[in-house]
């Protein structure tokens, strides 16, 4: 019976979603809770399957009936992670992966204190803004080839630059969670990543630490919030942000 949970926030746009889906694939008993959201699907997205999607109504139906974990209201819209996911993971011996906002992952870290939280930041603004820009075209040319010319279009500039001033703000509370993922070489940022994870069950185990342990404790621990500083900084200041952000100890 493991039942870690493990809390994945960044800066849309940096990587997270394609992080997320390949940690799936790749170690095994770790379930991903599908939040539920009032925002539209967007690309290829499914309900059901990267998030539910529900209206206002049903979502403030789910609030004032306690369904929820947390919820929080990102970019105008609701997003919250249900209850029965953490019960049910924890009822098959598994592990909870959760990709919520810095507000969600504040609410959980309250109420479950020994969850482990990872804060994924991209090389810099100016990656940041090319990925965001990358993925709102490849959205768009899927949406037209779904549609035609009643495709609902995603690439715009107020929504691109809305994400980036959202981006500085998100980042300012790294200092809230255990371990920081600077996402540049993808390969390498899913092996840190997946290092994380292991590390943290290792931690909570019993067993004797082999060699290759040793080993995955070493990658994980480099990725701890105080070693990543010094690139931390480098980071804030493609942000402009001059202010030093609170750590939280
Ligand atoms: P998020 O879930 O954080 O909003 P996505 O996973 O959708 O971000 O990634 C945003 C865009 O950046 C996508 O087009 C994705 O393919 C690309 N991307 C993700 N990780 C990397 C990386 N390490 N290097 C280059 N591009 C990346
Ligand atoms: P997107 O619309 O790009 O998929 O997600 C926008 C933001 O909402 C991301 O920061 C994502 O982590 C966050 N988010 C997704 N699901 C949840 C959730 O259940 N709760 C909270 N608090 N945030 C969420």
Not at 7 to 13: E, R
Not at 28 to 48: A, C, H, K, N, V
Not at 72 to 95: I, M, P, Q, S, W
Request: charged share 30%; glycine share 4%; hydrophobic share 35%.
């Amino acid at each position: 019976m493991s039942g870690i949970i493990y809390i994945i926030s960044a800066p849309s746009g940096s990587g997270k979603s394609t992080l997320t889906s390949e940690l799936r694939r790749i170690v095994p008993d770790l379930e991903f809770s599908i939040s539920y959201t009032t925002r539209p699907p967007r690309g290829s997205e499914q309900s059901g399957r990267e998030y539910f999607f529900i209206g206002r109504e049903e979502f403030e139906r789910m609030i004032s009936e306690d369904e929820f974990l947390e919820w929080a209201e990102v970019f105008g819209n609701y997003y919250g992670t249900a209850k029965r996911f953490l019960r049910e993971a924890a009822a098959r011996g598994h592990d909870l992966l959760l990709d919520i906002d810095v507000q969600g992952a504040a609410q959980v870290k309250c109420k479950a204190p020994d969850a482990v939280s990872i804060f994924v930041l991209p090389p810099s603004r100016q990656e940041l803004e090319r990925r965001l820009r990358r993925r709102s075209e490849a959205d768009d040319d899927l949406q037209r080839k779904l549609m035609g010319n009643s495709a609902r279009l995603f690439n715009t500039e107020t929504i691109i630059q809305r994400r980036l001033q959202t981006a500085s703000q998100e980042i300012e509370n790294f200092g809230q969670y255990d371990y920081i993922l600077v996402n540049d070489r993808l390969e390498e940022s899913i092996d840190i990543l997946k290092s994380v994870v292991e590390a943290e069950r290792l931690k909570r185990s019993r067993a004797v630490l082999t060699s290759k342990d040793q080993l995955v404790l070493a990658v994980a621990n480099r990725a701890l919030r105080q070693p990543m500083m010094p690139q931390v900084e480098t980071i804030l200041t493609t942000f402009d942000l001059s202010r030093f952000p609170a750590v939280t100890e």
